[in-house]
């Protein structure tokens, strides 16, 4: 038995399963209360802020149970996150994102007034001053760090021309510039890898050397924001560091179990789903979830982590999903045997995008099982 179909086993099957809808997100509450505090502990151990990425759970009920156990704040990607977060209570938030369009700015400013502390991301010059314009014109000083790009090539500005930038803004009336933050995941290099100790370090290494730069020009840097589910712990390390933004952690999913960060035993979320033919096949089966159930973002077969199919299914450990249409997910199967009417637990290669493609999830403890409601789900602008 291979080490996903071995750690699958430890899994119990709860009766309550068998009376709910299908297909469906369940989350295993013990399991996620644990991971809540695992990270608690990491960040502690190396004296830095914890401020957990919410787009992977949406739910202001969990993004509390994790200020519970330590975190200082929260992180999330879009002004419509913060003002459902607000909603249910937070109020110390990163969006961790550069707001240009004018509306968002505007609503920021109005969801920050609600809030003990609100910080905003930015990456260019433009940005900039299209906060500053705002916040002056609302009479609200809003705080601002400075996306910087190590390698994802994706927001952020290069190193190289970070001081230049960095001056601009904090010229700028109505801004506090007081951090720098990057996003960089598992490369090395530049390159995805597997050695997410080595991208950790380096990661947090470099974030540290530039806002000793930022420091030497005169810019006052204060936090220096790094850190995802695989290399948070690692970059935490890293003195001068002051803050991790892991996101998958609370639940993990098989890429971070890929990674080796955990097992699929701390996998706290799975998709139910059954089998409803054993068409087109004696090899194969159906069950009622596709691409509206599964997320598709990481890839059967891409490098580093090679995973095989589109999740792992506990009850047919050998089994592969490996094609997704919209309604059926079609599996592949070798020894195990499974049936139309048959219940499937499978822990998706991404839990994150899964996780915004429904609209509620089961809460699955003590207790037995309840359905919630994800209240940011679907809030992309």
């Not at 509390?64 to 002004?79: F, P």
Request: glycine share 10%; proline share 5%.
């Amino acid at each position: 038995m291979n080490r996903e179909a071995s750690a699958a086993s430890k899994h119990a099957w709860h009766p309550d399963l068998a009376r709910i809808e299908t297909p469906a997100v369940v989350i295993d509450t013990t399991v996620m209360t644990s991971n809540i505090r695992a990270m608690a502990q990491v960040a502690s151990r190396s004296g830095v802020a914890l401020r957990p990425h919410a787009k992977t759970h949406k739910m202001p009920d969990i993004a509390k149970q994790q200020l519970e156990a330590g975190a200082a704040g929260i992180t999330v990607a879009k002004v419509s996150e913060a003002e459902v977060m607000a909603d249910g209570g937070i109020d110390d938030m990163f969006i961790a994102y550069p707001l240009i369009a004018p509306s968002k700015i505007e609503r920021a400013i109005a969801v920050g007034r609600r809030m003990k502390r609100l910080i905003v991301g930015v990456d260019s010059l433009t940005g900039a001053r299209l906060l500053s314009a705002s916040a002056v014109q609302h009479g609200f000083e809003l705080e601002v760090r400075l996306e910087i790009d190590s390698g994802m090539k994706r927001t952020g500005i290069l190193p190289a021309e970070a001081i230049m930038l960095a001056r601009e803004i904090a010229q700028l009336d109505g801004l506090r510039l007081t951090g720098i933050y990057t996003f960089r995941g598992a490369l090395l290099d530049g390159k995805p890898t597997l050695d997410i100790e080595a991208a950790g370090l380096q990661e947090g290494s470099l974030m540290v050397s530039l806002a000793e730069d930022l420091r030497e020009a005169g810019i006052p840097i204060q936090d220096v924001s790094v850190g995802s589910s695989p290399t948070g712990a690692y970059a935490a390390t890293v003195p001068g560091v002051t803050e991790i933004r892991p996101g998958t952690y609370v639940y993990q999913d098989r890429m971070t179990a890929g990674y080796g960060i955990c097992t699929l035993d701390d996998c706290a979320a799975y998709v139910v789903a059954t089998v409803v033919s054993s068409r087109p096949d004696e090899g194969h089966a159906v069950i009622d979830g596709g691409s509206k159930t599964f997320a598709t973002d990481v890839q059967p077969g891409t490098f580093p982590l090679q995973l095989q199919g589109f999740g792992h299914a506990l009850e047919a450990p050998d089994a592969v999903l490996e094609r997704l249409s919209e309604e059926h997910g079609i599996l592949r199967l070798s020894s195990s045997i499974v049936k139309p009417g048959d219940r499937l637990r499978i822990i998706p290669n991404h839990i994150c995008s899964t996780i915004n493609l429904h609209n509620s999830v089961y809460l699955l403890g003590e207790n037995g099982i309840s359905r919630k409601i994800i209240p940011a789900r679907g809030m992309l602008e």
